[in-house]
């Protein structure tokens, strides 16, 4: 589903990702770690399109296409999202009405008919339901008084009614108490389907216990390090990220 | 900034009009009109139009309407006027170029309410309208309105008997120009009696591009426990000059809630004066102003709270585009005895180019001790992760934008007090959105 090619990134000038190589298949589950300052955010926003970024070399293939060129809204119309470590406020937009253009935006993105106003409410009740969410929240602005988690939480939400083919979180459990960490990960894994797949960056083992990885990738200096299973993850839960750390030298 | 020119009573193209016209204006034949003329178009002939020397004019500068060549609208011209609300559930006063067009007004007036046209009722000698034209509010007031004074041809003047309430929006529709250059100098008197509750709904529009000056000076006097919402939509065409001077005299426990979408014109300037004169007295003055291409849109109110307990809430959003300018004047005075007064204003803009301007200047002058009062002016760009946030959920930067600049505009929208014109008001600034995409 995705394949990263030798993906280099710099931003204004200077380097942060130096090569990144990594392959995705439907119906997986990568979590990618590290330390502060790795990388791992940058991965995510040039995934997502961000354009304060500039690729300098290798490609990003989404099912085969290359979608380094495209724009954002284009990308999400291919079914990328990016859970934001850091949910946006949009005060004067509520979140049906943001849901309602979004979804549809992406439909006609991928010439699918739109849907009516009524039919998505209800489609979009719906998926609130399921994921425990009260529906008075659909009334208010987008993320405005919302705590940490409950930010987290709306982006699950939305990540249910856009139903992405890729999923990437980003540090999606920072800031979270345990309880809210739970909410999201049971919302995370009630997506999980054979033909979608997820990409979960984050700096702690923690929220591994709840999403349980296929594969786990140690990012440092702009390259991954180390890949191995879930077992990966408790080891660096042990040992910290010293072993990468050290390798500057060879980063540079 | 080109030199002020010294204008003398001769050289002034409106001086001229007024020496021309000033047989043939209404009520020329009765002592205190053709006095109060006289009178006023000496005050304007000591500076001519404004310069942007005069400190209450430095950001707008009306060389460019001395450029022109306007004539004085003369003739009764007959074109339709477009009328927005539905005709059952409002009453209907129309103007075509400033003047009063009887047949495309509603007829029959529900008790409680007369309508006249300005000129009948000067021509008829209302001596009532001596009083309006000379409140306190015009001793020193700017030399546009001196003009208007002098010049006045038509209007309306509007009386809501004591008590009454207008369940009808009255609709004000003002027709510009049908051929090049015509100015005209429309005076307007609202006057809401004792406990009455009224709305009226003007809009400024044209069906043509061609360039005009509209002077208008409005007195609007609300009884005690009144409640009078006066909303203004101006959308005239881009190259008109659109003046207006509101002065406005609040009486006790009332209200007088103002709003004014400005999206028209090449030069509008909309001056609000707001004299709150009895205790319990209170206003709310809101707007929302977009401007593209050469647009400049004006905004300049003066609050005067003058006995206790009185109290003002401004709310101005502005959305500026291409080469546009804005500008706010917002000065709140709190006289002496005025303790216990709130008064509240924003004005806050989104520039949406790098070539967009605005110059905002709020002025606070509080001379009582125990007071609330606030001011903020803002102005900023579109805010790049909002802008990322939504086109990474599929939207695209268009229609991301379109949602922040409305969602921006609405907060001051839903500040009108009669709910039930919002989404009319609504519907004109998805409209000027469709426009710009």
């Not at chain 2, 110059?359 to 002016?377: M, N, Q, R, T």
Request: glycine share 8%; with cysteine.
């Amino acid at each position: 589903m995705l394949e990263i090619k030798n993906l280099h990134v710099e931003i204004d000038g200077k380097k942060i990702l130096n090569g990144i190589n990594l392959t995705i298949k439907e119906g997986e589950v990568h979590a990618i770690m590290g330390p502060n300052g790795s990388g791992k955010s940058t991965l995510a926003n040039v995934l997502a399109g961000k354009d304060d970024y500039e690729i300098t070399e290798g490609e990003i293939l989404f099912n085969g296409k290359d979608i380094t060129e495209l724009e954002p809204e284009e990308r999400a119309g291919e079914g990328v999202f990016l859970a934001f470590q850091y949910p946006v406020e949009i005060p004067g937009v509520t979140n049906t009405t943001f849901l309602k253009e979004a979804f549809n935006a992406q439909r006609k993105y991928r010439g699918e008919e739109e849907m009516d106003g009524l039919k998505f409410v209800k489609h979009l009740r719906q998926k609130t339901r399921d994921l425990g969410i009260s529906e008075e929240m659909l009334k208010r602005s987008v993320n405005v008084g919302f705590s940490g988690g409950e930010k987290k939480r709306n982006d699950i939400l939305q990540m249910s009614v856009l139903e992405p083919k890729l999923a990437v979180l980003d540090e999606t459990d920072s800031g979270l108490d345990i309880d809210a960490l739970r909410t999201v990960a049971d919302g995370v894994n009630g997506l999980r389907k054979p033909d979608n797949a997820f990409v979960v960056i984050t700096h702690y083992q923690r929220l591994l216990d709840y999403i349980v990885p296929d594969q786990v990738h140690v990012l440092a200096f702009g390259k991954i390090r180390k890949s191995g299973g879930k077992e990966l993850a408790l080891e660096l839960e042990e040992k910290g990220y010293a072993d990468f750390t050290g390798a500057e030298g060879e980063a540079a | 900034m080109s030199e002020a020119n010294v204008i003398s009573l001769t050289d002034d193209p409106f001086v001229s009009h007024y020496s021309a016209a000033k047989d043939s204006l209404p009520g020329a034949d009765l002592g205190w009109v053709s006095d109060l003329r006289a009178k006023n178009i000496a005050l304007y002939g000591q500076s001519g139009l404004p310069t942007p020397r005069v400190e209450d004019w430095k950001f707008t500068n009306l060389n460019l309407l001395n450029k022109q060549n306007f004539a004085l609208s003369s003739a009764a011209n007959t074109a339709e006027v477009p009328f927005a609300l539905e005709a059952d559930k409002t009453l209907r006063i129309a103007f075509v170029e400033g003047r009063f067009s009887a047949e495309q007004s509603s007829k029959n007036w529900p008790a409680g309410v007369s309508l006249e046209s300005f000129a009948a009722a000067l021509e008829k000698g209302d001596e009532s309208l001596n009083e309006e034209l000379t409140r306190e509010h015009h001793k020193g007031d700017t030399p546009l309105v001196a003009l208007n004074t002098a010049l006045m041809t038509d209007g309306f003047v509007l009386t809501i008997a004591a008590g009454t309430e207008l369940e009808e929006t009255i609709e004000i529709v003002h027709l510009g120009s049908q051929s090049a250059e015509l100015s005209w100098h429309s005076r307007n008197v609202i006057r809401a009696g004792e406990k009455s509750r009224a709305t009226i709904l003007e809009r400024i529009v044209d069906s043509s591009e061609s360039a005009y000056f509209a002077n208008t000076a409005t007195t609007v006097v609300v009884g005690d426990e009144a409640r009078l919402h006066h909303y203004r939509v101006q959308a005239a065409n881009s190259a008109a000059f659109l003046i207006s001077h509101t002065r406005a005299s609040v009486g006790k426990s009332a209200c007088y809630d103002s709003f004014i979408l400005n999206t028209g014109a090449r030069l509008a300037r909309n001056d609000i004066a707001v004299r709150l004169e009895a205790e319990q007295s209170s206003c709310h003055i809101n707007g929302a102003y977009m401007a593209d291409g050469d647009q400049h849109s004006d905004i300049t109110t003066h609050i005067d709270h003058l006995v206790p307990n009185t109290t003002c809430d401004e709310v101005f959003k502005g959305v500026l585009a291409g080469k546009s300018r804005g500008v706010f004047q917002g000065k709140i005075v709190v006289h002496q005895d005025a303790q216990k007064t709130v008064g509240n204003q924003s004005n806050r803009v989104l520039l949406l180019s790098e070539t967009a301007e605005v110059d905002a200047k709020p002025e606070l002058e509080i001379f009582a001790d125990d007071v609330i009062c606030s001011h903020g002016c803002t102005s900023g760009q579109m805010d790049d992760t909002q802008l990322f946030y939504m086109q990474a959920r599929g939207l695209s930067k268009e229609t991301a934008q379109r949602l922040l600049v409305q969602a921006f505009l609405s907060e001051a929208v839903e500040e009108m007090q009669n709910e039930e014109l919002q989404d009319f008001f609504f519907a004109l600034i998805e409209e000027w959105l469709a426009q710009q995409a």
